[in-house]
């Protein structure tokens, strides 16, 4: 059996009707439109929705999706200073050329990183040398920020009173080339004399009987670092064969580069770097709101004053009839002797 349709005037004047009435109350109407067999069925099915989780008062959660943990990065590294007259004179490029005739694997991964350094010693006599005051010695003496200086102090005390002069090895470190250069003309400029007046200027109590007993010459040198990406097995071996083939290249790298010799003996690393994600934020309770002040109660009134006790006047108490009587009689007895009195004095007279 087929069913019947039901005519779209006849939806549209019941759904009418029925939200008209429904004006007057808060009743929900649903009303289902059958479907159109004429209209295949749709082949999509709708995704149900995902609810947020139910959180307890006072608690709040932020979504946080976690990266995978990164693979450990490996890396193998030599370091080594070249000796230069001028820091400006370094040949970054020439270096390079010959690095890659030392038989590394030199790709696009190799790192190559360039720092150039000035240094110099002073022989200082003193009771107590801190490193924070060497520091601040160097860079006035060099014309440098105190941030690019570091200082190494060595040496002892004798016994007795006679202190031994300790060396104070200062050095400032920076990638411009031309700061360097400054920093050495400028600490070449200073001698003995000129060192110990800023050294007191620096604590004057303390280094009241201080002596500079030498200040030596400074020295400008190119840091050279190279890090190649390798295994964690194959890293330490690594980084001796690297330190090997430079060094089997090292007068023609000295030459090529505008140095003037090794400063110090190459220097190998090798280092794992693992980084780590970020850690899922705790759920933080939200502290309750502050409760509003109590509201003062109404002050109590105070008690009302007592009246002055009220004199009462004497009640004076309203004649009686027979009291109203009496007066009138004495009335009328008054008027009746006036009466008397007169008509005697009319006798007398005739």
């Given amino acids: 059996m087929a069913s019947a349709q039901v005519p779209e005037h ?3 004047m019941f759904e009418n009707e029925t939200l008209a009435v429904n004006e007057t109350n808060d009743t929900l109407v649903l009303i289902l439109t059958p479907p159109d067999p004429t209209k295949p069925p749709s082949k ?7 609810l947020s989780p139910t959180l307890g008062k006072g608690e709040t959660y932020s979504p946080t999706t976690l990266a995978p943990t990164p693979a450990p990065a490996p890396k193998a590294s030599v370091e080594l200073e070249l000796s230069m007259d001028s820091a400006s004179d370094f040949n970054l490029d020439a270096f390079l050329g010959e690095l890659a005739t030392t038989g590394m694997n030199i790709t696009e991964d190799t790192e190559v990183i360039v720092k150039y350094v000035v240094s ?12 924070s005051d060497m520091i601040a010695l160097i860079a006035q ?8 200086v570091s200082a190494v ?15 104070v090895t200062g050095t400032a470190e920076s990638e411009d080339a031309a700061a360097i250069d400054d920093a050495k003309s400028t600490a070449a400029s200073f001698d003995a004399a000129s060192v110990l007046s800023i050294l007191k200027s620096i604590d004057t109590t303390k280094y009241a009987s201080a002596a500079v007993a030498s200040v030596g010459a400074p020295t400008v040198a190119a840091k050279v670092a190279i890090t190649q990406p390798t295994t964690e097995d194959a890293g330490a071996d690594l980084a001796e064969s690297m330190a090997a083939s430079i060094q089997s290249k090292m007068a023609d790298l000295v030459a090529a580069s505008g140095s003037t010799g090794l400063a110090k003996a190459i220097e190998t690393g090798f ?8 850690a899922a934020p705790t759920k933080v309770p939200t502290p309750p709101p502050t409760p509003a002040p109590p ?5 109590t009134p105070a008690p009302p004053t007592p009246s002055p006790p ?20 004495l009335e009328r007895a008054g008027l009746l002797t006036v009466a008397i009195v007169a008509f005697t004095a009319v006798v007398r007279t005739q």
Avoid: H, W
């Avoid at 110099?120 to 490193?131: G, Q, R, S």
């Fill in 10 to 12: 006849v939806l549209e």
């Fill in 44 to 50: 999509y099915t709708k995704s149900p929705t995902t």
């Fill in 120 to 131: 110099m010693d002073l022989e200082i006599e003193a009771d107590d040398l801190t490193e």
């Fill in 141 to 148: 003496v060099m014309g440098v920020d105190a941030s690019i």
């Fill in 153 to 167: 102090i060595s040496g002892r005390r004798l016994t007795g009173r006679r202190l031994a002069p300790k060396t």
């Fill in 271 to 278: 280092t794992v770097e693992t980084q780590f994600p970020t």
């Fill in 295 to 299: 509201t003062p109660a109404p002050p």
């Fill in 310 to 329: 009220t004199t009462e006047a004497p009640t004076t108490a309203a004649p009686t009839d027979s009291e109203e009587e009496s007066g009138a009689s």
